[in-house]
């Protein structure tokens, strides 16, 4: 069986940041990758709640097309996984299927629905799987100095202390 790593998406440019950052870890390994969309639940975003069949059916079919087009940018094998129910349980089928190495999940410098989901629900979750996980957190660029030149920051050696008494 190949080495696979989970990464969990919203389908924003974070997520798909982490499985770019996702592929290049397992590239050693030669590791695919498994992009699980957890479709949201009527139980956890009542919004949907008033959203026919027909709707989410088309709604599912989008995300996967989404996805695919996000594989085909992927440097590593990927494999697209929409789950819809618990996050509990599609993360577990999946997890029991694939035997991931990592688990991955991309955060946001805004707070989406994704990042509010994490903090409630997915993390009990993820920690029931007892995977390594990955979070990837998008930082904004560091701000320009002043006058507009940029000097990149090098680290400085450290220079041994004498000791006292020698």
């Not at 029931?128 to 904004?140: D, E, G, I």
């Amino acid at each position: 069986m190949n080495p696979t790593i989970m990464v969990i998406t919203d389908l924003s440019d974070t997520a798909e940041q982490a499985a770019q950052y996702a592929a290049a870890l397992g590239a050693p390994l030669h590791a695919g990758l498994v992009l699980l969309h957890l479709y949201p639940d009527s139980v956890v975003d009542p919004e949907l709640a008033t959203t026919t069949l027909t709707q989410t059916i088309r709604d599912r079919a989008e995300i996967a097309a989404t996805l695919r087009e996000v594989v085909q940018r992927l440097p590593a094998p990927a494999e697209v996984e929409v789950a819809s129910g618990t996050a509990f349980d599609s993360v577990e089928k999946t997890v029991h299927r694939c035997h991931p190495l990592l688990l991955a999940v991309g955060l946001n410098t805004e707070n989406t629905w994704l990042d509010r989901w994490l903090s409630n629900h997915l993390l009990p979750v993820l920690s029931a799987t007892h995977r390594r996980c990955c979070w990837y957190r998008r930082m904004r660029p560091p701000p320009a100095p002043p006058g507009g030149c940029w000097w990149p920051l090098m680290p400085m050696p450290l220079r041994s202390m004498p000791r006292r008494g020698r």
